[in-house]
C-alpha cells in the first residue's frame, strides 16, 4: 500500500487475527469463560499474538500512522458450526460437549447485526478492550523504542457506537490502561481514541459524540446497511442497498459537519470512499481522510486532487437534489464520466 502511496493504515480489522489455528483455541477459550478471571487468563493468551501482529505492522509502516479498530463481529462467528469439531473444542477445554453445545446455542442470535457486536461486547467485557489496547500500546511503546525517530501516536477506533456514553465507558477502559503502560515504561507517547460513525443513532447524535472522541472514521458499509435497514448480505433486498440514496447522504454530509465542528479528523473507511463516484460529495463535505484497498489509491489520488471547490460545491449541491439513489448515481456517473 505504502509504494502505490497510502500515508497510512486506515482500518486495521483484528478479528482476522484471531483465526489461525493457535489463536482461535485461546479465542475460544476466552469465549467459554464463565468468570472475569478465566477471561482474562484466556485474553492473557492471545495478547502477545495480537502485540506482535501490531508490532509488525507498525514496523513496516516505518512511522505513518495505523488506525486499529478494535474486536466488532458476533463472538458466534468464532465457535464451531460441525459437531467433529465441537467435539474437539470440549476435549481441548476439559468440557463436555453438552457443555460446549449449550455455550453455542446461547451465543445465538435471530438479528446478530442488531445484537451483541462491536463496542457492545467492549461493554459487556470490558477486558477484551483493555488487552487490545495493552497489545496496541506495548506494541506502538516497543517499535517507538527502537525507532527514537519515528513519533508513533496510535489510533484505537472503537466500532459501532450508538451514543456519547457508550463511546465514553470503553473509552475510559482504555484511557486507563494506556495510560498505566505507557507510565511504566517512562516513555512519553501520546494515542488517540476514535469512533467509527456507523448506525443511525450514533449519526443523529454525532455532535455529542465528537465531544468524546478524539477522530471519527466512517463506517459507510455498516452506515448504510442500518440507514437503509437493509441486510448487507441479503441477494434479495440489495436493490435497496445504496450508499448514494438520499437518506445515507444526508447522514454522511451532517456527520462531516458534526466532526468538522468539533475540530477533529473525520475519515472513511467503508468501501464508498474509493468509490470515484461518491469522492467528489465526500470533498464537498469536508471529509479529511479516505481509507481505501491499495489497488484503488492511484485512481482515487488522481480524483481528490482534480476537482476545484466551487465545482465540488456545485455537483454536491445538485446531487443532494435529488430523491432516489437511481438519480444520484446517474448524475454522479456524468459528472465523472
Ligand atoms: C463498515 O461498516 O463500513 C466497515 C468499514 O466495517 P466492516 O465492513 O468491517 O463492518
Ligand atoms: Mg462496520
Known sequence: ?????????????T??????????????????????????????KILPYQQSDFEAMYKELAGRP????????????????????????????????????AIIAGLHEFNPMMGHRGCRLAVTYPEIAAMQTRAVIKAALAVQARHPEW????????????EVKELKYVKDVVVATADKIIKDAGID???????????????????EIAKEAEFFSFGTNDLTQYTMSVDRGNKK???????????VLRSIKHIIACGREAGIMVGMCGEAASDPMMIPLLLAFGLNEFS??????????????????????????????????KEVEEYMKSFVG
Open 151 to 162: 513519533t508513533m501516536v496510535p489510533e484505537i477506533m472503537i466500532p459501532l457506537v450508538g
Open 292 to 325: 481505501m484497498s491499495a489497488s484503488a489509491i492511484l485512481r482515487a489520488r488522481k480524483l481528490i486532487t482534480g476537482y476545484s471547490t466551487s465545482e465540488l460545491q456545485a455537483v454536491a449541491d445538485k446531487a443532494m437534489s435529488f430523491a432516489t439513489a
Open 237 to 247: 433486498v440489495s436493490y435497496l442497498y445504496s450508499t448514494f440514496n438520499p437518506a
Open 66 to 101: 495505523m488506525t486499529v479498530r478494535f474486536l466488532d463481529p458476533p463472538l458466534h462467528e468464532f465457535v464451531p458450526t460441525e459437531e467433529a469439531d465441537i467435539k474437539l473444542l470440549a476435549e481441548d477445554l476439559g468440557k463436555s460437549v453438552a457443555d460446549i453445545k
Open 189 to 207: 507517547m501520546k494515542y488517540e481514541v476514535g469512533t467509527m460513525i456507523e448506525i443511525p443513532r450514533a449519526a443523529l447524535t454525532a455532535d
Open 15 to 44: 478479528e482476522h487475527m484471531f483465526f489461525e489455528a493457535t489463536r482461535i483455541k485461546a479465542m475460544r477459550e476466552m469465549i467459554v469463560a464463565k468468570t472475569v478471571e478465566a477471561r482474562e487468563a484466556a485474553l492473557a
Open 1 to 13: 500500500a505504502v509504494k502505490f502511496g497510502a500515508e497510512g493504515i486506515g482500518l486495521c480489522r
